[in-house]
């Protein structure tokens, strides 16, 4: 049965996806009425390196993302590892625009793609897992980006 509030809400979805048309449309003839743009090869060629400045090329060639759950996997092994002080993580630290190294003792807890550190002193530090570039174990390589 078809209540006066799911009719608002398949009302408003229309609106929405007719929206989303006419902004398509309006892109698709206006940067397609572009002098260089109309030809469909040019047209390719800025796509392309439109994608690749921004980056969206790259991870679409990943797109299970496998990297991605492969560092998770490891991070969360390491997390419960028996021997987690045998590990180290390194990472870029953005502001120091340098590799930082961690021991992975100080690891207190993964959440929400952030590795938790928590130092001597009791200050925690937020590292984003995707800036984690290698693992090590017993100061050899055991995972790297």
Known sequence: MITPERLKHYWWALV???GIVLFWAGIWDGIGGLPYLSNPFISLIV???VLAASGLILKEFDPSGEEEKK???VLHTISNHPQK???HI??????SKKGVIH?????????KGFLIFVE?????????????AEVLHK?????KH
């Open 16 to 18: 929405g996806v007719l």
């Open 47 to 49: 796509g392309v390196i």
């Open 71 to 73: 560092i998770h996997q």
């Open 85 to 87: 002080h045998e590990f």
């Open 90 to 95: 390194k990472y870029h630290d953005h502001l």
């Open 103 to 111: 021991h992975a003792r100080y690891l207190k807890d993964i959440e």
């Open 120 to 132: 001597k002193e009791g200050k925690e530090i937020f590292v984003p897992i995707h800036r984690v």
């Open 139 to 143: 100061g050899k390589s055991y995972w």
